[in-house]
């Protein structure tokens, strides 16, 4: 048993998942969460734990607030002391189009799961790790999930841009307070990756990738964005923290 444990938001499928079985197959003990105790969440526990980790799952929503610190307790109750909190849960918009036709309640929405939540999830994290001594030989970090469009526009979608800028922007501020205590915090920008959220558009965008969006001439896969999150949450990239791993295919690399 290596000691670490980790908390996993939005992870009965997906990146999530994929991130929850690459921290389990490197020693982790991991949470697993989804919104509620659904067939989702209990299958993807069960796929972990017949290849031997430890599991636990922990349902809540994290754009409730005030749920947040008992969720962690039930977490430490479960699996021990938490080492490591990897923040993917996110939603994407409730209807695409302009930018001038944008309603309240979607704008809400992507601001509350996507930013606000993980600000406040950090936070909480954080005063909990700051609050008690903490194994040196273990590595203490936040991986953030945020996405490309933190950085580049996708105009059908823009109140989700706005709320993954703000995502990153989040990254930023805690690795600022939390470098001087040995916490690491990264922020992972997907790019065009094969999951439920982007399946409506996949097809187009694989198309794109291959026409050259991306300079590998591929769509992501969940598994690859979980091993870049298994590899930072672990330390394998010492003496690093506040960094953004545009996780893209080169997507956004300035070309003429």
Do not use: W
């Amino acid at each position: 048993m290596s000691g670490q444990v980790a908390l996993v938001t939005g992870s009965s499928r997906g990146i999530g998942f994929a991130a929850a079985r690459e921290l389990a197959r490197a020693g982790f003990a991991v949470a697993l969460n989804g919104p509620g105790e659904d067939e989702d969440l209990a299958r993807a526990c069960d796929s972990l734990r017949a290849e031997g980790a430890r599991v636990a799952a922990v349902a809540f929503d994290v754009s409730d607030l005030a749920a947040h610190d008992a969720a962690l307790d039930r977490v430490e109750a479960a699996l021990g002391p938490l080492t490591t909190l990897v923040n993917n849960a996110g939603v994407g918009v409730l209807r695409r189009g302009d930018p001038l036709e944008v309603r309240e309640d979607s704008f809400d929405r992507c601001i509350a799961v996507n930013t606000k939540a993980m600000f406040f999830l950090c936070q909480s994290f954080a005063r909990r790790l700051l609050a008690r001594p903490r194994d040196a030989a273990l590595t203490h970090a936040i991986v953030n999930v945020s996405s490309s469009n933190a950085v580049a526009v996708a105009l059908p979608r823009s109140e989700y841009c706005v709320s993954k800028a703000g995502a990153a922007m989040v990254s930023k501020a805690f690795a600022v307070r939390l470098g001087p205590e040995n916490i690491a915090v990264y922020d992972v920008q997907p790019g065009l990756v094969a999951t439920d959220m982007t399946a409506p558009v996949i097809a187009e965008y694989s198309a794109r990738a291959r026409d050259g969006l991306t300079l590998f001439p591929r769509i992501g896969q969940p598994e690859e964005m979980g091993r870049i999150i298994a590899a930072l949450a672990s330390g394998a990239l010492p003496y690093t923290t506040g960094q953004v791993i545009s996780a893209d295919a080169g997507m956004l690399v300035p070309r003429f």
